[in-house]
């Protein structure tokens, strides 16, 4: 499978679970791979035959902006989501990083993997 991906969108974001963490927003730093085929958007030279990486990312940003989660692995697993579910992205990896959040450390933060049939309802 192919991939399409974002590096390092940086987004402020609400999230954290310390008193001082839900008054102030936070920078979070976010990279995506998402799985698609590639050979149709190739072959026809058409963005509506990609995965809209543009897109993609403004939906990231709203959602993150729109949300007030304590933890990052929430944060996380809802993107994830949200990408598979509303793009119709077959698989997605994550990571999602809070920097400076533990002392002595430029970046901590989660990387999770997805795929469509993990949210697949009956």
Same mark, same amino acid.
């Given at each position: 499978?192919?991939?399409? #991906? *974002? ?6 974001? =609400?999230?954290?679970? $310390? ?10 730093? *976010?990279?995506?791979?998402? /799985? ?16 809209? $990486?543009?897109?993609?990312? !403004?939906? *990231? ?7 007030? #989660?304590?933890?990052?692995? @929430?944060?996380? +697993? ?5 990408? *598979? ?8 990896? =994550?990571? =999602? /990083?809070?920097? $400076? ?7 901590? /933060?989660?990387?999770? +993997?997805? #795929? !469509?049939?993990?949210?697949? @309802? /009956?």
């Amino acid at each position: 499978m192919d991939i399409v #991906y *974002i590096r390092d969108l940086r987004v402020d974001a =609400l999230i954290g679970i $310390y008193d001082w963490e839900r008054s102030v927003r936070q920078v979070v730093r *976010i990279d995506v791979e998402m /799985g698609w085929d590639n050979r149709k958007p190739a072959a026809s030279d058409s963005i509506v035959d990609t995965l809209n $990486y543009k897109e993609a990312a !403004q939906r *990231i940003k709203q959602r993150v902006q729109e949300t007030e #989660y304590q933890l990052v692995e @929430t944060l996380a +697993e809802h993107l994830v989501e949200m990408l *598979i579910r509303e793009m119709h992205v077959p698989w997605v990896k =994550l990571r =999602l /990083g809070k920097p $400076y959040a533990v002392k002595d450390s430029s970046e901590v /933060g989660v990387c999770i +993997e997805r #795929y !469509q049939s993990d949210f697949k @309802t /009956g």
